[in-house]
């Protein structure tokens, strides 16, 4: 998509739609005869201008361009569900281009439009026959003066779709050895990768990632991807995602219908790789580490079991309950190595717990973590991107929810506070680094489109990471 601003007239333009940004007090105000008419109409269908509310009309020839959509908005976050339901209904009607009229002025306004535009066009199309397909926008022209900062935002936009891409894609396409090889792809200059194979992760004394990984025909991979700016780094970062490409849940095996949509297990993963993605586009000059672990979580006849006691990277012993319970042993072992990397701090990110859907839905993804300097900027820099996050507590009164009979502690909790003590068994792995947990279990992936949001992947997080990193 290639984003124009400069100079416009509603009279004149000849893309496929126009869109009319508007508030309600646009509604009663002065305005030309066409507006006159399309507002008339549209106050007739109980158009209010609510943030994201779209009504659609033709033209009818009294402008070049053939459709009309009035979209609600206001402040930053409904300029951005405004910007990402053009992008939809662009999307649903397989427009080519745009015209944006009514756009707020400013490098920051252009970045949210272009992130929003971007968000509500995209669609995980590749395996429908071509005549299927919509058209993807392709042009838009902004009326108004500041282009650097949509071309920002449409780096951005770039990083998320590519997780969303990864969230989305089957397991037959995203399995250990392919997601590794994605990450390979972004080796550049700045960014290097480092990939180690099944027998290396075990004899390095990954016993998590080794356990978890050991039942599938598909061998495990550990990732380290490092980012190193060209001048000197004010700080330096480490994230650590969750790469399970599948989840059958191992022999505590799932129900048809709770694996249907388990390719979705790595969006933790996958929200690393888009953020590491972003960092090779945009150059912070902060240091940056992305390291994952790829499994799949598979019942064969080597896969790990329950009474399993496992030795761990940082030398600690689990035992095992529920091998549906992987997700925390794979980021345990990671996190073991990113907190010997001895960075200024270090965000995890996996789709942990139903627990935590049960607890914020879909919207909110779960912040656990006693480092109070990490925990304002990551929401600082949520509410900047229009993600939801919530800080949950992190009492270790409930430590003892995971005491072990034989190991140091087992790899679940109990039913209650099951976000909490599965955040609680990976603060086990971390001790000398300022550290963060998100569980993006229900953001991740939507059942059902949601605003602008197609059903799917969401690629949650990456805009967070990537404002949060900047910030430092």
């Known amino acids: 998509m290639q984003i124009h601003y400069g100079t416009l007239e509603l009279n004149t333009v000849s893309t496929d739609a126009v869109v009319l940004l508007v508030t309600a007090a ?24 609510k943030p994201g509310e779209v009504a659609a009309f033709p033209t009818f020839g009294l402008i070049p361009a053939p459709h009309v959509f009035l979209i609600g908005t206001g402040n930053d976050d409904h300029l951005r569900r405004a910007a990402g339901a053009a992008g939809y209904k662009a999307r649903e009607l397989g427009l080519k281009s745009l015209a944006i009229f009514g756009a707020p002025e400013g490098e920051n306004a252009a970045e949210i439009i272009a992130t ?26 902004i009326a108004g003066t500041a282009n650097s900062g949509a071309q920002r935002g449409l780096k951005l936009a770039e990083a998320r779709n590519l997780t969303r891409d990864l969230v989305n894609a089957p397991p037959a396409e995203v399995y250990p050895e392919s997601l590794a090889a994605v990450c390979e792809s972004l080796a550049s200059d700045t960014l290097t990768v480092t990939i180690w194979d099944a027998d290396k992760i075990k004899s390095e004394g990954m016993g998590g990632i080794t356990a978890v990984g050991q039942g599938s025909s598909n061998p495990a991979r550990f990732v380290h991807m490092h980012y190193k700016p060209k001048g ?20 505590s095996i799932k129900s048809s219908g709770g694996m249907q949509t388990m390719r979705c297990d790595m969006a933790g993963a996958g929200a690393v790789v888009g953020a590491m993605k972003a ?17 799949e ?19 600690k012993q689990v035992e095992i309950h529920n091998t549906d319970a ?4 794979v980021m345990a072992d990671c996190l073991t190595y990113g907190d010997k990397l001895g960075a200024d701090a270090i965000v995890d990110l996996a789709t942990l717990t139903g627990a935590c859907v049960v607890a ?21 820099a949520a509410a900047v991107s229009g993600e ?54 229900g953001p991740a992936f939507l059942d059902k489109t949601f605003r602008h949001l197609t059903c799917g992947g969401t690629g949650a997080m990456v805009e967070t990471l990537y404002r949060w990193i900047e910030s430092k």
């Open 26 to 49: 646009h509604l009663d105000g002065p305005k030309t005869d066409f507006e006159k008419q399309v507002y008339g109409a549209a106050r007739a269908q109980k158009f209010s201008a």
């Open 232 to 251: 000197n780094a004010r700080k330096s970062i480490a994230l650590v995602g969750k790469g399970v490409t599948f989840d059958a849940g191992g022999l």
């Open 297 to 315: 979580n598979m019942c064969g006849a080597n896969s790990y079991k329950l009474g399993d006691i496992l030795d761990m990277y940082n030398g």
């Open 388 to 441: 939801g996050l919530w800080r949950m507590p992190l009492p270790d009164f409930y430590k003892p929810m995971l005491k072990a009979e034989w190991g140091h502690f087992k790899n679940v909790g109990g039913r209650a506070a099951g976000s909490i003590t599965a955040a609680l068994f990976l603060s086990e792995f971390v001790e000398q680094t300022p550290w963060a947990h998100i569980d993006i279990a």
């Open 116 to 141: 929003g535009l971007a968000a509500g066009n995209y669609r995980f199309d590749k395996y429908r026959a071509s005549k299927d397909r919509k058209a993807k926008l392709e042009t838009v022209h």
């Open 279 to 295: 960092v090779s586009l945009l150059q912070p000059d902060v240091e940056v580490h992305g390291i994952i672990g790829c499994v």
């Open 326 to 329: 992987e997700g925390r042993l």
């Open 360 to 380: 914020l839905g879909d919207y909110y993804s779960g912040l656990f973590t006693n480092a109070e300097q990490v925990a304002g900027g990551l929401s600082s």
